[in-house]
Structures are given as structure tokens and as C-alpha cells.
């Protein structure tokens, strides 16, 4: 999943930060809440992890801005206030689950995966083109028969080109999304990993899945059969030809 952790203490977020990529996830650490309202609009997560306590602009203001407006994306609380009110206050204005501080990281990650699956009810949880098949939920990639082994940042990659399929997605773009980088800097980091992509998806069967396109960037092919290799033509040579394919 793609998370926004609104959390003003650096030593918590940094904390946050490693313990949900360490699951996979895509994680940017905002520390306040106007911020994390424009960023909600640029990236489209699929959690917000949102403290109460936050600067310029209050939790809670948060949860009454995105009230009614964003329904595609969870939210947790997380926060020292225990007031009950608070919590139902929080619960009634949109967020999925509140949790209190001190807390467990299991716990927190168990609660994440929870809201994860709830994503699926919703027809969010499996991503497809043609033979490739990302189930976002388990952190897997199919592609036919044949799993494929991705690191996280070549699945999140993966991931932003699976959601725009259809459209060429520009360096610059990918840069911003899936490296949260400036459009600006000097890094072929894109086409190496691409580069990754291309050759684990290579061998579990794909030709030409991710185009290049000129001038603009990539974008996941158009060919119907989904980028499948077409079988090795044989020619017919007797009884005997069955003992090569054996």
C-alpha cells in the first residue's frame, strides 16, 4: 500500500517509516496537516496514519476536511488523547480504527494489514493486465502461472504503471510518485529499475509488458495476448520429436 504518516515527532515517524516498509508498503512522512491534506490530493494513498497533535493544522480538522470527500482511502488515529469522546468524535468523521500511544508496532502492522483486507471488499486489492496479476494485499505479482520475485520499490513501480496503465507515465512523474524525489534530479534511477522490472517479468514469460515511449517515458503495452511469449514453433518431425519435449 501507498502510506501518508502525519506524525510532527520525527523520531516516532522515522519509527513508522521502517516498520511499515520493512512490509512492503510505500511510506512519505509529513509533519503537519495542511501539508498532509495537499499531499493526500498529489498521491492518493491508500493509509493515512494521522496524529491528533499536529501543527497548522489539528488532526481532527483533518478527519472534517476529508470527511465525505475521500472514500477510496483508510485512516488510523494515532494519538495520545484516550478520551472516549475524542475517539468517537474521530470514529464518526471518517477514520477506520484509533489507536492509542504508547503502542505495539505488531499491533499497529496488524491493524494495517486488517484495513488492507477491508480494501478488498471494494475491488482494490488485485491489480491486472492481460497475464500480469498484482495482488496488492499479499505483496504478490503473477505473472501466468509463474510468480515473480519484486523488492519493494521495483513492486511499487510496478504498482504506479499497473494504476496508469493506458497512458505513458514520464521519468519525471515516476520520480515524484514512486521516489518522492525532485522531478530535477540528476538520477537514471528510473531506467534502472525498470530495467529490473523488465527482466524478472522476462523471465517469467513477458515480452515488451512495459514499453518505452519515446520522448515521454513508459506505459505498460497494449498486446492483447498481455505481453505472453508465443510458444516455440516445432516442426512436425515423427514419433520422435516427442522425446525432446519429454
Not at 497475464?131 to 520499490?153: A, C, Q, Y
Request: aromatic share 4%.
Amino acid at each position: 500500500m501507498r502510506v501518508i504518516v502525519a506524525e510532527d515527532d520525527f523520531a516516532l515517524s522515522m519509527f513508522l517509516q521502517k516498520g511499515l516498509e520493512l512490509e512492503g508498503h510505500a511510506v512519505r512522512c509529513i509533519a503537519d496537516g495542511a501539508t498532509a491534506l495537499e499531499q493526500i490530493q498529489e498521491d492518493a494513498p491508500d493509509l493515512l496514519v494521522l496524529d491528533l497533535g499536529l501543527p497548522r493544522m489539528d488532526g481532527v480538522d483533518v478527519l472534517r476536511t476529508l470527511h465525505g470527500k475521500v472514500t477510496s482511502m483508510s485512516i488510523m488515529v494515532l494519538t495520545g488523547r484516550t478520551q472516549l469522546p475524542m475517539k468517537l468524535d474521530c470514529l464518526n468523521l471518517g477514520a477506520d480504527d484509533y489507536m492509542i500511544k504508547p503502542f505495539s508496532l505488531h499491533e499497529l502492522l496488524a491493524r494495517c494489514r486488517a484495513l488492507a483486507r477491508r480494501r478488498v471488499g471494494v475491488g482494490t486489492g488485485v491489480l491486472q493486465h492481460g497475464s500480469l496479476r498484482m495482488d496488492r494485499i499479499l505483496r504478490s505479482v503473477t505473472f501466468g502461472l509463474e510468480s515473480v520475485d519484486l523488492t519493494v520499490k521495483e513492486f511499487t513501480l510496478l504498482e504506479y504503471l499497473l494504476q496508469n496503465k493506458g497512458r505513458s507515465v514520464s521519468r519525471r512523474e515516476l520520480l515524484e510518485q514512486v521516489w518522492h524525489m525532485s522531478p530535477d534530479a540528476g538520477t537514471n534511477v528510473v531506467d534502472v529499475y525498470v530495467n529490473y522490472l523488465r527482466r524478472k517479468l522476462g523471465a517469467a514469460g513477458s515480452i515488451d509488458l512495459i514499453e518505452t515511449v519515446r520522448g515521454e517515458g513508459y506505459g505498460l503495452g497494449t498486446r492483447t495476448d498481455g505481453g505472453k511469449r508465443p510458444p516455440t514453433s516445432v516442426r512436425s518431425a515423427g514419433p520422435a520429436s516427442f522425446a525432446g519435449a519429454a
